[in-house]
């Protein structure tokens, strides 16, 4: 197969396994997702979903959240782990909001990228997801797929983003990036992979990663 075979494979694949795609992580606006990204970085989606409810409880908006102390947050969102840095980004932000944008996200990588604890994975999910801007966010399943697929080297998600943005059309990169997450979760996963279950790495799959499964 040639590399565009391979791409058009994948993206039908996806298509027919996922024609409707859940949201990973629970939100009912760009702030709430925000929220719930910047606090699922180490963390699981599952994890955050069942404590994104408490805290929101508390603070769904930015002007609740800064009456709530760094504690109080820290204490709340505890479980999803690295809880200190967490919980001064959600504060923090949560000012900044307040005093620069109307208490509003902002629809923007680079005002997004300046708030605290939002990188470039962060404010890719909620420019695609939130505002339905073309964004490719790499998450650990992307980065394992590109490479399983030969898509990308697996140096660094940098290079795995500028890939997928390479090889995927761009009005296709909102749904691909979730359809490949729930297929790393569900078919291609880092333990206990079977590659039976796993149409696509089985067909078009890099040859070393392969060889590699038949191995072990």
Do not use: C
């Not at 989606?45 to 109080?72: C, G, H, W």
């Not at 820290?74 to 690295?82: A, T, W, Y």
């Not at 749904?175 to 992979?193: F, K, N």
């Amino acid at each position: 197969m040639t590399k565009k075979e391979k791409v058009d494979f994948t993206i039908h694949t996806l298509k027919e396994l996922y024609p409707t795609i859940p949201i990973p992580l629970d939100h009912k606006d760009p702030y709430t997702l925000l929220i719930a990204v910047l606090m699922s970085a180490q963390s699981t989606d599952v994890r955050v979903n069942q404590i994104t409810p408490l805290l929101f409880e508390r603070a769904d908006n930015p002007y609740t959240m800064v009456k709530l102390s760094v504690e109080e947050i820290r204490e709340i969102i505890k479980p999803v782990g690295l809880s200190p840095m967490k919980s001064k980004g959600i504060h923090g932000l949560s000012q900044i909001l307040i005093d620069q944008h109307n208490g509003e996200v902002p629809q923007s990588f680079e005002a997004l990228e300046a708030l605290p604890a939002v990188g470039h994975k962060t404010a890719s999910v909620v420019m695609s997801q939130a505002f339905g801007v073309p964004a490719f966010p790499i998450d650990t399943h992307i980065h394992r797929l590109m490479y399983r697929w030969g898509f990308s080297n697996g140096k660094n998600v940098t290079q795995t983003e500028k890939d997928a943005k390479r090889l995927f059309p761009r009005e296709l990169w909102n749904d691909l990036h979730l359809q490949i997450i729930w297929y790393g979760r569900e078919y291609s996963p880092a333990r206990g992979w079977n590659l039976d279950n796993d149409i696509i790495t089985k067909t078009i799959g890099r040859k070393s990663v392969i060889n590699e499964y038949y191995k072990k």
